[in-house]
C-alpha cells in the first residue's frame, strides 16, 4: 500500500512539472505583408517561439537572427551582432481577444519586445502580437511594431515533437 501511495505521488509531481514546461513551436510557414501585400517569407534558419505556461500570459521567447535584424530594421546598434538571436516579449498587456467561426480565439498583446546580451547590449521596442489558438493548442502568430505599421509577419506554427 504504501508503494502505491508513493507511485501516486511520484505521477502526480511528474504531471505538475509535464504541465508547466515552456512550448515551443516552429514557424512552419512565414508571410510578411509589406504596403498591403501579403507574400511568403523565408528566414535562414528556423524561427522559434516558446511559450512558458509560469510567465504572464502573452510572453514568449523569439530566435531567430535574421527575421529579429528585419522586424527591428537593424535599428539597434549591438557591440555584438549576436544578440540579434534572440528576444523577449515581455510585460504583455491585453488588447483584444475574439473568436472566428472555427472556434479559433485570437489573442492580442500590446507589450515590449526585448533584446539583452550579457555584455550590456540591450535594445527595447513596443510591439503588437497576435496568438492564434484552438483546443490550448497554439496554430499561428502575428506580429509587428507598434510604431511601425508599414510591415507586419504572420507565421504557421507546429510543436516540435
Known sequence: MKNLYALFLLLFFVSVNYGQQSQTLIVDKAWVNDSEEWSDFKYAG???FSIN???EEGSLRIGNYDFLYDI???KAKFSNKATYSAAEFSHPRKVSVTTDKQGVVNSTYEGTLIFQSDR???YS???IVTILAKDANTLGLKMHLKEENKKEYAFS???TS
Request: proline residues 11%; aromatic residues 6%.
Open 120 to 122: 550590456g547590449d540591450y
Open 53 to 55: 505556461p509560469s510567465a
Open 125 to 127: 521596442v513596443i510591439a
Open 72 to 74: 527591428c530594421e537593424g
Open 46 to 48: 528556423q524561427i522559434v
Open 157 to 159: 506554427l507546429k510543436p
